[in-house]
T-cell receptor, first 111, second 118 residues
Framework: TQLLEQSPQFLSIQEGENLTVYCNSS?????LQWYRQEPGEGPVLLVT?????EVKKLKRLTFQFGDARKDSSLHITAAQTGDTGLYLC???????????FGGGTRVLVKP | GAGVSQTPSNKVTEKGKYVELRCDPI?????LYWYRQSLGQGPEFLIY????????DSGLPNDRFFAVRPEGSVSTLKIQRTERGDSAVYLC????????????????FGPGTRLTVL
């Protein structure tokens, strides 16, 4: 059983459309991170959210941390082909920096 | 500046053989992490080093897996008697500061080593 459940597992959309990826857990976390990973590369950190209810924006990407710090969402507005990749959420509990990753959502943005 | 580098980028070996995977962290980073990523999955934590010592090795799947960081910089992940189930991408990450309850330091990942056990 994965500690972090991501949905959907795969998403294919046309350029210009919006999309939302979800990351859910029954556990409470001190912080949650979103990464993007491209083929042949390691994950690259997009954002860290710490406070329940927190919303962060990174250009066309909007990240939200649930009020209870158990879930998070990533929303992309007007997706571009460059947004294609594997989106991973990861979380750490209070003790230390050991990251637990979700299974990932593979996003394909078609031109 | 240089990021995290890992060698080799690809390793093909036969079942039962021994392999070593190397990680060069970002210069000055005190913390180093190893993860394993199976096809279609997210990375799975293996071991974390603070300096030369393994601070948390709870993710190592069994005693065939071992990792060292003798001088507090480069690390080597060693797998004995490889099995087909060990096939995966092995990722290394480093962070500047040691982990604390007060902060979540950014981990910078290398490109990984793709291990294939035939």
């Amino acid at each position: 059983t994965q500690l972090l459940e991501q949905s959907p597992q795969f998403l294919s959309i046309q350029e210009g459309e919006n999309l939302t990826v979800y990351c859910n857990s029954s556990s409470v976390f001190s912080s949650l991170q979103w990464y993007r990973q491209e083929p042949g590369e390691g994950p690259v950190l997009l954002v860290t959210v710490v406070t329940g209810g927190e919303v962060k924006k990174l250009k066309r990407l909007t990240f939200q941390f649930g009020d209870a710090r158990k879930d998070s969402s990533l929303h992309i507005t007007a997706a571009q082909t460059g947004d294609t990749g594997l989106y991973l959420c990861a979380a750490s509990k209070a003790a230390g920096n050991k990251l637990t990753f979700g299974g990932g959502t593979r996003v394909l943005v078609k031109p | 500046g240089a990021g995290v580098s890992q060698t080799p980028s690809n390793k093909v070996t036969e079942k039962g053989k021994y392999v070593e995977l190397r990680c060069d962290p970002i210069s000055g980073h005190t913390a180093l992490y190893w993860y394993r990523q199976s096809l279609g999955q997210g990375p799975e934590f293996l071991i974390y080093f603070q300096g030369t010592g393994a601070a948390d090795d709870s993710g190592l799947p069994n005693d065939r897996f071992f990792a060292v960081r003798p001088e507090g910089s480069v690390s080597t992940l060693k797998i004995q008697r490889t099995e087909r189930g060990d096939s995966a991408v092995y990722l290394c990450a480093s962070s500047l500061n040691p982990p604390s309850k007060a902060s979540t330091d950014t981990q910078y990942f290398g490109p990984g080593t793709r291990l294939t056990v035939l």
